[in-house]
């Protein structure tokens, strides 16, 4: 789908970029063994090599490095054998060694794709530039006192992936829908919660303008975006920042800038003047990164099934519609339950259940699929007493509410309030002559030749059977009354 | 290439370390001198040969993912200049 500025000089093309600061999932610290995991007591998940002691020296986790192959294997990227570490020097009070240990020349993971899935139905590949392994940093508190901050380093040194993609998107849509699949992606490999309101993955936005067929232009870094709403609505106010810069005659300069929700703006976050002088080089501390091909292969060969795959899969062997599948692949537990409740049914049935009422009830209650007030059983016994002509699916939606209040089960509710459905056609007669007694006026229209007074007819009876005629039956039983 | 004093006092300024101009000079000095020192390697001829990153162990040893330290806040804070509580106090920096 194409976005486009239209300015008076002509219509200006976004470029966006996107590097992705995902949280790696593991027990420990990437090089030391204090916990990795969120909040504690402050500075209590801190070793003294987190804290820089002089001295202390890094070990690498190997869960943090799996991890990482993992993503990569999930990103269809290639594998360095051998990469390594180096020292990305800056000056800041949260960063105890006045470097982090990143990977700068010889990253872990290479070159891998995205594909992402646009709202017209169109999918896309973004590429991966490449994923490296670094420490976080710890955390600044600025509001405790008035005159000094209060640093906790119980996030420096937990693992990062940075996972940076090439400048392919070109719509804030894009970007959305990147974020969103490989936030699938993580989740599906287990190697990160993708949880940006927590911080465990967040993203630093890449933005220039250009007109068709140009060059790059300048561009500037948003930091540090803390969700796929704001990275979007940063995108767009960003390039128009740009756009009337460059209408003006002026040139944007590179820079870094924070996006501000409150305001909707981007402005410029540091000084320029030492801006991107990491002085890199290699760790002296460690040793290459060698990673054995078994290894690698073994952990290629325990790879769940991807969002990709599944996609497909679910297509192919339940038949439902491919928007369907891409849908209820979006989340791992949701896949599981439509597989759940699928399994033996009617899989268009499950699948529109799901999409429509579940997801519905979800919304409206808060919760989501792992704490669902129906759960996949119960869901496929509803479907069962749809399929057995138990009920009919006007009254199903009932039940369901119903389902969704108490926690019942479909059979108990429609025991207790009656709402089998009548098959019975002694019961559906007695309810046409009932229905056509009560309106001789608009029986005589009817048989004057007004034929749509029909449905007016069905309308009545099934009113008149509480909801529960059986639909096919009562328009047999009164087809034939009337014909009479 | 030699170092030139505007060099050594951004240098400096990245560091966060203030220096004098006396100071400037003398580092400028010294500085050059290490890195002459350093600059006499590349007298030797190494074409064709891989860089080295380390002798001995040519790998780096992997740990297993298991919490084995953390929960000394004293020890961590012992050489701190200030704390406020559980915390480093620092500066008050804000962006």
Redesign the interface.
Known sequence: MSYEIERATGSWELVIGLEVHAQVI???KLF????ASYGG?????????D?A?PGMLP???????AQAVRTGLGLDARVNLES?FDRK?????DLPA?YQISQFTHPVIGAGKVEIELADGSRREIGVTRLHLEQDAGK???D??P???????NRAGVGLMEIVSEPDMRSPEEAGAYLRKLRTILRYLGTCDGNMEEGSMRADVNVSVRKAGEPFRTRCEIKNVNSIRFVMQAIEVEARRQVAIWESGSAVDQETR?FDPQRGETRA??SKE?AH?Y?YF?DPD?????LEREWVDRLRAELPELPDAKRRRLAEEYGIPDYDASVLVAEKPVAAFFETVAKGRDARLASNWMLGDLFAALNRTGRGIENSPVSAESLGGLLDLIADGTINGRIAKDVFEEMVETGDGAGVIVERKGLRQVTDSGAIDAAIEQVLGAHGDKLAEFRAGKDKLFGFFVGQVMKATGGKGNPALVNAALKARLAS | MPLDTATVR?IA????IGITDDEAGRLQGELNGILGWVEQLSEIDVEGVQPL??VG?????????????????D???S?AP?R????????????
């Open positions: 593991s027990e420990s030391s063994g204090a916990s007591e402050p500075n209590s998940h801190v070793s003294l090599v804290a002691f070990v690498i986790n190997r869960e943090c490095v390594r020097n800056y000056f800041y009070a006045g600044s508190l600025h405790q006192s005159d000094s901050s209060h640093i906790d380093l924070l976050l540091r030492d002088d002085r290699p460690l040793l290459p990164l060698v | 951004r300024r990245l560091a966060r990153s380390g162990q040519a790998a780096l040893r992997m740990r297993e993912d298991k919490v084995t330290d953390g929960n000394k806040v020890a961590v804070l050489n200030e406020a509580g559980p915390f480093f106090a620092v500066p008050k920096v804000v962006e």
